[in-house]
């Protein structure tokens, strides 16, 4: 294992680009993705550790709190964390926090992935998908820099009761919401929908994709779909699907990714 170790979850894949990005400013790191049963729990050798995830409905995505209680991470360990979100950080940074005091922290807004909420184009403060995906580029090398020269954030991140909130409330939505899913005739069981969801909740039935219970949402399956044959409601056919354009589906399904 790398003396440098990112845990990492990603629905459509910006965290995991900007963990990468990160990684290689390090000067490599090994990419532990945060899916239904982590690949890698025990990071005791590693000397700085990341933590990269996006906010889901003001809080962490459902399933991230529970692998942060099964981690093992040396005391001495320099640790670190990055929020990616549209418009507001919300509080999992705090949780994050809480299970393992941050040295410092950071966050980045980037394009938006719940298309049945919002156009992939939302951000606040208003800004382009090029120039969002540049300043995330960025943001990863002023953070990588920061991080091997040991800098500390003056505060802790501020934990917020109404998101916390808002984050329990999502966890339901998310179920009802995964009723919603719906696949054309233009799929070709290709199964990436499969290989690409964080909770291993799509199993594919004569070929054709049925969902399961344990959604959050992540959208990756409907993003991902090469036939774009996978629908949320109406408004996910009309609108644009999107994808972080440096991220394939293939290295999004990789439990671990060693970066040089
Ligand atoms: C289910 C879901 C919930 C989200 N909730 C929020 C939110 O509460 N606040 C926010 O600013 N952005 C929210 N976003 C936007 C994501 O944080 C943002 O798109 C992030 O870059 C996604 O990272 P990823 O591509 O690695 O999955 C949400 C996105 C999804 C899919």
Redesign the pocket.
């Known amino acids: 294992m790398s003396e440098n170790v990112i845990f990492c979850?990603?629905?459509?894949?910006?965290?995991?680009?900007?963990a990468k990005n990160i990684a290689r400013e390090l000067g490599g790191a090994d990419i532990v993705m945060m899916r239904a049963k982590p690949a890698v729990t025990d990071a005791r050798g590693a000397k700085r550790v990341g933590f990269v995830?996006?906010?889901?409905?003001?809080g962490l995505?459902g399933g991230v709190e529970e692998t942060l209680g099964c981690l093992q991470l040396a005391p001495s360990a320099y640790k670190y964390a990055v929020c990616?979100?549209?418009?507001?950080?919300?509080t999992g940074l705090s949780v994050v926090n809480r299970a393992f005091p941050l040295d410092y922290w950071q966050v980045v807004?980037?394009?938006?992935?719940?298309v049945w909420?919002f156009p992939h184009t939302m951000m606040?403060p208003p800004m382009t998908p090029a120039g969002a995906q540049a300043r995330a580029e960025r943001e990863a090398k002023r953070i990588g820099q920061a991080v091997l020269s040991g800098k500390r954030s003056e505060k802790p991140p501020k934990a917020n009761p109404l998101n916390a909130a808002?984050s329990r409330l999502?966890q339901t939505i998310?179920r009802k919401k995964a009723k919603q899913f719906a696949v054309s005739s233009l799929c070709v069981r290709c199964g990436t929908c499969v290989k690409v969801c964080p909770r291993e909740n799509i199993r594919l039935f004569e070929g054709k994709p049925r969902f399961g219970s344990d959604c959050?949402?992540?959208?990756?399956c409907l993003q991902y779909c090469p036939q774009e044959a996978i629908s949320l409601g109406a408004v996910t056919r009309r609108r644009e699907h999107y994808?972080?354009p440096n991220v394939s589906a293939d290295e999004l399904s990789r439990p671990v990714l060693h970066i040089e």
């Open positions: 979850y990603s629905g459509t894949g910006n965290c995991l680009d900007m995830f996006p906010c889901y409905g003001g995505p990616l979100c549209s418009a507001y950080p919300g807004t980037h394009q938006c992935s719940c909420l606040l808002e999502w998310s959050l949402q992540c959208l990756a994808h972080n």
